[in-house]
């Protein structure tokens, strides 16, 4: 290939474009491939320490600091709404094997039905 054709395959390749990532200190990337590795290398897990967040495949492509604290609030929530409610949950069994809630029960013990 001549020099002016090698030219060309990098800039169609992608190597002219250039990727910020806001996590990473506004740190520019140059093409696709750098950019994608950089999700995976100490100063983006570094950043994302610092944020308070884990650098897990949840956050791939994800650059900017608002967008991140946005999805872990999100998945935070989700966890808790999966989360054991003892207060709701829990689940008594009186004498004559009936199953009764946590406050049901606690009512009929109160009132000396139990």
């Not at 190597?15 to 806001?22: D, G, I, R, S």
């Not at 610092?50 to 989700?78: M, Q, Y």
Request: proline share 2%; with cysteine.
């Amino acid at each position: 290939k001549q020099w002016y054709q090698r030219r060309v395959a990098i800039t169609a390749g992608g190597l002219n474009l250039y990727f910020n990532c806001e996590i990473c200190g506004n740190f520019k990337y140059r093409g696709p491939k750098a950019f994608q590795r950089h999700f995976a290398e100490w100063r983006h897990a570094h950043g994302m320490r610092c944020l308070g967040i884990p650098n897990t495949a949840h956050f791939a492509n994800v650059t900017l600091i608002e967008d991140a604290r946005a999805l872990w609030e999100k998945i935070k929530a989700e966890k808790n709404k999966d989360k054991f409610q003892k207060e709701t949950e829990e689940e008594f069994e009186d004498s004559h094997g009936n199953v009764v809630s946590r406050k049901v029960y606690n009512d009929l013990k109160r009132q000396g039905l139990l």
